[in-house]
């Protein structure tokens, strides 16, 4: 009912930058709060930021100050600006959003999954 597709992550060198996307479409009657998790190898996996509906933000306290958290309410779009990565931030970037669907429940969905990569 509900997609959740990503942009592609990538590699990228200590202290450099990257945008992140993740756009949901189907049956959508209202998006609540979207956020983005990541789990690195042998990790679990762990909230990084989440957005409301309404704007309001909360992040990690690994990441605060270096990442943004974003969404764009007419396109169903959330986003994360990473800037001034870190080799700790390498781990698999996951976007989450809480739906409600049109004549059906409220629930989660998840996007595939993408690789961030920090190393030199």
């Known amino acids: 009912q509900v997609q959740l597709v990503e942009s592609r992550g990538g590699l990228v060198q200590p202290g450099g930058s990257l945008r992140l996307s993740c756009a949901a479409s189907g049956t959508i009657f209202s998006i609540h709060a979207m956020g983005w998790y990541r789990q690195a190898p042998g990790k679990e996996r762990e909230l990084v930021a989440v957005i409301t509906s309404g704007g309001n933000t909360n992040y990690i306290d690994s990441v605060k100050g270096r990442f943004t958290v974003s969404r764009d309410n007419a396109e169903n779009t959330v986003y994360l600006q990473m800037n001034s990565l870190k080799p700790e931030d390498t781990a698999v970037y996951y976007c989450?959003?809480?739906?409600?669907?049109?004549?059906?429940?409220?629930?989660?969905?998840w996007g595939q999954g993408t690789q961030v990569t920090v190393s030199s």
């Open positions: 989450n959003a809480d739906v409600t669907v049109v004549s059906g429940p409220r629930a989660d969905y």
